[in-house]
DNA sequence: TATTCACCTCTTTTT
DNA sequence: GAGGTGAATA
């Protein structure tokens, strides 16, 4: 269980101070295959910092024969950070810590030739990514309303993600898409990328692969440099992640004798898996053992971050999943003092934002620091309502991983420029700033220029070239073209004499793109035109034009400036491996969290990573956690009921204080129900836990994702003991009013945001259509019964499935679908022939007899 | 060719 | 609610 070998001794180098025995043989363990289960807040940074200053100091290698690989830029950044505060200068040598993708293009650059490439080569953007996929698309004649170049780009991620190339796609795959072309397009694809000298995020690691499998002389020469392996978050690797590591880490035999094993360690933590949905596999790190025989595995469980209740409540919560190694983490810094972690709910999002916000004051009012608290939101439209209300406020708050700033319309436009310049072959970015200000180049000329180069096989670039100097093009577009590719020639020539900051400056200013802002009048001209002075500032650090564009493609975050005190707001996703005294949960809805396409797509192991996320959630917090549940938030621009996460049921009793509406903001008695229905209230029934509040919220009329809120309307039973109540929450919890899910995003009736709570109200009053019962999302999700698990919030109970009361012919009427006859009964689930819509599947709930 | 307006779809998480 | 698209119009 805990370290095998590694001495355990005290003394040592000075860096070794402090460490616990587990973190001490991660450290020390230096040879060969470990593997170190690292739960939340156990100092695994540290361990991964101290073990290469420790593999440093030792002399067992240079640091550039270290590979250290992170996934994300900031974790690369934090370890480079650390490693220098424990051995200096020496940090600067190490040219291979970053992430699998800037460690992909790096060696990708060394070897551009083997693939197709040159060393030159660009880094697609999502932006260009789709572009050009539309192209493709449209070439094939296929309907890109049909066939959306989105979906496709996704596909190949998802190819890409597992290390699959247009020939080895599985058939299926290939038929699924467009007509079946789905490997002829997945293939066009790949062509054209190598016309334009460029490559794709997944080809950053792809390429690597192939150059290692075909050229066993340049894979020797990487094993022979690599002499230690360092691999972060091990749990979030994919197939293609795992194949390049497995190829640098597993050495070939040499002669009769027996491979070494490889000086490889890969950290993680399986209940922190978060990214399945980008092709993670956790089975990497289960399987560890079998790829690498004879590794060491260690596991830290002394968190050193939380206080026990939050450790409690998040070690419970992360309980319900079945899929996980099991890890228990402790702790033994508590004091009677802790709070425990605190359960709120709101009516709205915007009396969440309020409380929140409100919240944040008073503890900066007792002295706390806002860089000590952070808002994590499942989704990023939920930062909106925060954002709105700490401008109000005045408070200062900082978006992480918000909307970035290389993402922006000005910044992109000047990339495409200097891409132009720098990559005369980059047709997308050609494309892009043609017209870019207008210069009177439409649609036909582009498509003109289009065919020129695509006949020769030239670059666009090259093919206006020639074209200005024909008859080919319309005397005003073949002037305003000449200009514009006789400037980027001239540009291109300025390069290798220029400093990069001035031609940059030169490229916008005589290019018009900067006095088009100038003589933009619309109010966001001015930060545009700051944004691409600051765009030139960045450039300053960097040594050419090239290294700038190569940043910028890897680098897509801008760091933050940590000098002002100031609240963050960020994803859970971007908040993996941060910590705060005080955490705010935000939306602990079902349908938002967990979310309802990771249920629907990903059944119970979507389920789980959702369940993860809360867990990753709950663990950033230090001394404070607070949960938010409301019962009405808008989505898609329109509100609809909500009812309280399951996740919240599934929170221990003896951690979690579920606290009283406050009413300070609001001015209401009682938590949801009560507002609506004038006092007959569950709030009034003495019910105080979340599950009961959940409960009342679902007898409310609560439905999400069902985008009708208004016509549909049900009964309320206000029953003291809640029973039916909660039989009607399970119902809710599986209402989505119909499973034709195809069709399911045509609203009827849409309900008008400013109306908003009040229709919500209408929803919930004056019903004479029970919600029905039975076995939808929420039974489904426990399969096999519940599990018990002692101390939750509420009792579990399924509902059983109540047979339907419509009977096979019934002439029934659907709001969306109009009237239908009953064509199968299948529980509460019918199938339904409507006159108009044709078949669908629908709850029956949601249609009434006529 | 550029602009405007009505209409549609889509909103999870990211290197 | 937003952003993108397509048709209609200047």
Not at 3 to 30: F, M
Not at 93 to 106: D, E, R, Y
Not at 329 to 338: G, H, M
Not at 655 to 682: C, L, P
Request: aromatic share 8%; hydrophobic share 35%.
């Amino acid at each position: 269980m805990a370290a095998r070998g590694g001495p355990v001794a005290q003394g040592g180098p000075h860096y070794l101070a402090g460490l616990n025995a587990e973190q001490r043989a991660a450290v020390e363990t230096t040879e060969g295959p470990v593997l170190v289960l690292a739960g939340a807040g156990t100092g695994k940074t540290r361990v991964l910092t101290t073990r290469i200053a420790h593999i440093l100091s030792l002399g067992l290698a240079f640091p550039s024969q270290i590979l250290a690989v992170t996934f994300t830029n900031k974790a690369a950044r934090e370890m480079r950070q650390r490693i220098g505060l424990l051995v200096g200068e020496q940090v600067e040598g190490m040219p291979w810590l970053g992430t699998f993708h800037s460690i992909g293009v790096k060696i990708l650059r060394r070897h551009a030739e083997l693939v197709g490439l040159k060393s030159n080569f660009t880094i697609l953007d999502t932006d260009d990514q789709l572009r050009l996929v539309k192209q493709l698309i449209q070439a094939e004649n296929l309907d890109d309303k049909r066939w959306p170049a989105r979906t496709f780009a996704q596909m190949m991620d998802g190819w890409k993600n597992k290390g699959l190339t247009p020939d080895t796609i599985p058939e299926g795959d290939a038929r699924a898409f467009g007509n079946g072309k789905g490997r002829e397009l997945f293939r066009a694809y790949q062509d054209r990328l190598l016309q334009l000298n460029a490559a794709d995020f997944g080809d950053l690691l792809l390429h690597p692969i192939r150059i290692f499998r075909e050229n066993s002389d340049v894979l020797a020469d990487y094993h022979r440099r690599f002499r230690y392996i360092l691999v972060d978050e091990y749990q979030d690797t994919n197939v293609a992640q795992y194949l390049w590591l497995r190829l640098l880490a597993q050495r070939p035999k040499t002669g009769d004798a027996p491979s070494p094993p490889p000086n490889v360690c890969c950290v993680g933590d399986d209940d922190q898996s978060i990214y399945g949905w980008r092709g993670a596999e956790v089975d990497n790190i289960l399987r560890f053992e079998k790829d690498f025989p004879g590794a060491t595995v260690i596991r830290l469980e002394r968190n050193y971050r939380s206080t026990a209740h939050i450790l409690g409540a998040a070690a419970h919560l992360i309980a319900h999943n079945e899929d996980r190694l099991g890890k228990t983490l402790f702790t033994d810094t508590s004091s009677p003092e802790d709070e425990r972690v605190a359960v709120n709910a709101g009516w709205d999002s915007e009396e969440e934002a309020r409380a929140v916000g409100e919240e944040i004051e008073q503890l900066q009012r007792r002295g706390h620091k806002l860089n000590d608290m952070a808002i994590l939101v499942r989704a990023s439209f939920q930062m909106r309502e925060f954002e709105d209300r700490f401008v109000t406020l005045g408070l200062n708050y900082r978006v992480v991983g918000g909307p970035r700033f290389y993402e922006r319309q000005e910044i992109r436009d000047a990339m495409a420029y200097l891409r132009c310049v720098c990559q005369p072959a980059d047709d997308l970015a050609f494309e892009r700033i043609v017209n870019v200000p207008k210069r009177g180049l439409g649609d036909a000329t582009v498509r003109q220029i289009h065919d020129h180069a695509r006949g020769n096989g030239t670059p666009m670039i090259a093919a206006a070239l020639e074209m200005v100097e024909t008859e080919e093009l319309k005397p005003k577009p073949r002037n305003a073209l000449r200009s514009l590719v006789f400037n980027l020639r001239r540009w291109s020539e300025l390069l290798p004499t220029t400093r990069h900051t001035d031609l940059a400056e030169m490229i916008l200013e005589e290019s018009g793109y900067t006095e088009m802002w100038q003589n933009d009048r619309s109010a966001e001209a001015p930060g545009r035109l700051e944004n691409l002075k600051e765009l030139v500032r960045s450039m300053e650090e960097y040594e050419s034009l090239p290294g700038f564009l190569e940043h910028v493609a890897l680098v897509m975050d801008t760091e933050q400036n940590a000098e002002s005190d100031a609240v963050s707001l960020m994803t859970l996703h971007s908040a993996k491996g941060l910590e705060f005294e005080t955490v705010f949960l935000p939306g602990w809805e079902e349908g938002l969290f967990p979310h309802q396409r990771a249920l629907d797509e990903g059944g119970r192991s979507g389920l789980e990573e959702e369940r993860r996320l809360a867990y990753v959630g709950i663990t950033r917090g230090k001394k404070r956690v607070k949960i938010w549940f409301v019962s009405n938030r808008r989505i898609h621009g329109l509100w609809q009921s909500t009812i309280p996460s399951r996740f919240l049921d599934e929170l221990p009793e003896a951690h979690v204080e579920v606290m009283e509406a406050n009413t300070s903001y609001g001015g209401y008695g009682g938590y949801g129900a009560s507002r609506w229905d004038g006092g007959a209230s569950f709030a009034s029934g003495g019910y105080r836990t979340p599950g009961a509040r959940r409960a009342a919220a679902a007898a409310s009329g609560g439905s999400y994702g069902d985008g009708w809120g208004g016509g549909r309307t049900r009964e309320i039973s206000y029953e003291e003991d809640g029973v039916k109540a909660k039989a009607d929450r399970y119902a809710q919890a599986a209402g989505l009013g119909d499973f034709s899910s195809s069709e399911n995003s045509g609203f009827a009736g849409r309900m008008t945001p400013d109306r908003g709570p009040a229709l919500g109200r209408q929803a919930a009053r004056g019903s004479n259509q029970p919600p029905s019962r039975g076995a939808g999302l929420y039974s489904s999700a426990r399969q096999g019964g519940p599990r018990e698990i002692a101390g939750e919030l509420i009792a579990k109970s399924v509902v059983p499935p109540e047979e339907s009361r419509y009977a096979v012919g019934t002439r029934v009427f659907h709001q969306k679908f109009g009237p239908g006859t009953v064509a199968s009964v299948e529980g509460n689930k019918l199938t339904v022939d409507f006159d108009k819509a044709g078949q669908k599947r629908v709850l029956d709930g949601f249609v009434t007899p006529i």
